[in-house]
């Protein structure tokens, strides 16, 4: 008990010198947070739903989305075209998988990374033009291609970051990572 | 190099057949010299000019591009290894990978913004980073997928050392240390991680534990002591030492401090492992030993006689401490020296002298890292990573030398329970267009 009083004086000391007024070097100019959100317009979403917007999308919603700005490269129903293929079966991928074979429903782990990856940066063409109800309908149409959903609720803040992958299962830390931080846990 | 000398060198451990044979190719190529050889020039040559260009007669000296890519703007290309010398890899030739296309940025409306769970949110210009302590380190950067074909089997008998390893590249780089800027911003208690955010199309971003960042991460704005080029991140680049380089994020213009990893798609759909135990294995950043004997190598023509065996070694676990040879396909092994190298974390170059007798022969080299990490075999890797995985090949790569000279692939083809799905010398795709 003595000891992690002693540790987490210790944190608190650390602690307070990061965070001196002004810094060490007075160098960098201070930002509300609201001047902050204008430089965060493609904002990150952790596993959790931190970060997910307001809005919603259904699945035949997003069969609208996807026919009009992902099928010239995924192909007809997220089977692969010119660029990866995005839908199979929702078991995770063993060694006889072939690598053009890993999926949306067999290889993604975490259903927030689709809603986070899909704004960000698609359409390769034109990334950031999606709004936020056509991210979340074209997540919501992509995992049910996968027979990850079942499509009878739409996507949203709330309902997406309860979804669960079927990959999560047979992810793990890296060893050498562990080792390096033993604090390190996967969401 | 003069006769007298090669005598001397190849006195120490040349059979007398091949010197009779190297002495009689000698005789033979020394009366080839054209005309304009014989004196120096008779005419004035080029002015000087402000930015230097490589002689003309260089110009073969590029990148690596796959025909397998299916687009340019979303990819890798591999530099020469194999056309190079020294460690320093040129800035015009270092690897490319992006996911979005190179943008063009303006430094003069560059921001970098770190917020999130720090006590004040803060915004640097260049001019700002600049004025901060400065770092200099030579330091490699290698892409998680290097050596992609490796998981090729049976071997693809036109590889090169380029296209073995070219996803590595070594250079000088200049920037502030992040710690700096995360002290100026105060970290809040709880925070564990930080996602950087790049400015390019596909606004890259990743997971970085705050621990790194405060070791030796640097936010660097140059490379080989001028600007970052473009492609390599300009203004602005992570450059995390050892690391995998997708870490590395680049046209760098946000960091978020959160208490949470973003999982990324880069950080699960891709670079993360398959292992054979069936598991995939997410954050494997550190990059284990390689080395690569880029003379003689793949495609290459030698003559018997005496040569310099070159390569090069690296580690992200710390400095290079031994580098073997074999010139008898792993049977026996002997060190070769290494050349001084300014930083534990970034290439050496490895030397072996070596007569050849003519006879076909399998050459191959292994390094040791100062944490006693070495190479493993092809069966090696295989047993601990599935034949579908995509990244982190550090198996040992083995160059066969046939009796005509000819240099070709010397790996194994692997049985069928260990060997990789993807068959012949056409690939899929992947980040180098490789695998």
Known sequence: MKRLGLVLLGLALLAGVLAQPGGRYQIGTPLTEQEVQRWNIRPSILPDGRGLPPGQGTVDEGERVYNAQCLGCHGANGQGGVFNRLVGEPFPVTKDVDSVDFVIGNYWQYPTTLFDYIRRAMPLQAPGTLSDNEVYALVAYLLYQNGVIDGSEPMNAQTLPKVQMPARAILELDPTTQKRFPWLRLP | MNRRKLLQLLSKGAAAGA??????GLAQGGEKFSEKAFEPMRFLGAELREYGERSEFEKGVVRYI????????????????????????????????????????????HRLVIH???????????????????????????????????????????????????????????????????????????ARWLI????????????????????????????????????????????VPGWEGSIMVKWLRRIQVTDMPVMAKDETSEYTDTMADGKVHAFTWIMEPQSIITYPSGLQQIQRGFHEIRGLAWSGHGRIVRVEISLDGGATWRRASLEPSPDPLSVVRFKLGWVWDGKETIIMSRAWDEKGNTQPTQEEFFARWARNNRYHYNAIQAWRIGADGKVVNGDKTLSASLAPRRLGAVGMGGCGGES
């Open chain 2, 196 to 239: 950087p955010e790049g400015a390019d199309a596909a606004a890259y971003t990743r997971s970085l534990p705050l621990e790194k960042a405060m070791e030796d991460v640097l936010v660097a704005y140059a490379q080989n002591g001028e600007a970052l080029r473009p492609e390599q991140g300009y203004p602005l680049r992570l450059v």
């Open chain 2, 116 to 190: 999130g769970m720090v006590e004040r949110p803060l915004i640097f210009t260049l001019a700002d980073l600049k004025r901060l302590p400065s770092v200099t380190r030579t330091l490699f950067i290698e892409c998680a997928g290097n050596g992609q074909n490796g998981y090729r089997n049976p071997p693809d008998m036109t590889l090169t050392a380029t296209r073995s390893r070219g996803l590595v590249s070594n250079s000088s780089w200049t920037g502030v240390p992040l710690a700096i800027l995360l002290k100026e911003a105060g970290v809040k208690e709880g």
């Open chain 2, 19 to 24: 010197f009779v044979k190297l002495s009689g």
């Open chain 2, 66 to 109: 796959s025909p397998n890519l299916r687009t340019r703007h979303s990819g890798a290309n591999f530099t020469p290894l194999d056309k190079l010398d020294g460690v320093i890899t040129p800035s015009s030739l270092h690897f490319e990978r992006h996911h979005g296309g190179v943008p063009t940025i303006d430094p003069a409306e």
